[in-house]
């Protein structure tokens, strides 16, 4: 099992985009082999600054979706259009 914290603090306004993509990406990951669940929170001090945790019981599989082709379609478009900031990330691994 691991276990993937990653912080994001998204541009003024841009918050709404940011949610919807993440639900898109969650609709995708739904039924995907080796992905339990993730889940989005929000900073209540900052409604920009959000929290995604993501829990795979497959290594592989985790690999395979940081490295698809649509996966690096979400992080140029949030690189380009949405982070005021890059993405902090911590891996667990349990
Ligand atoms: C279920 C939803 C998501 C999961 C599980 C997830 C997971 C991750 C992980 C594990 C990384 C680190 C990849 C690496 O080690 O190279 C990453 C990086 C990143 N993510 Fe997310 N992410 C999600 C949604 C999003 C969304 C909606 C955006 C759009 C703004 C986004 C933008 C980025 C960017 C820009 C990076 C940095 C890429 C780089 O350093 O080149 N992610 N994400």
Redesign the pocket.
Known sequence: MIT?G?D?H?LPGKQRD?EE??NA??TA?RGAPGHND?K?FRDVGDDCSYL?I?DWSDENA?GE??RSQA?RD??N???EQ??SD??R?KVYKH
Do not use: A, D, E, Q
């Open positions: 993937v990653m994001y998204v940011f993509k993440f990406v969650l990951l993730s989005l995604i993501s985790f979706f940081v996966f979400v992080t478009w949030g690189k949405i982070l890059r993405p990330h």
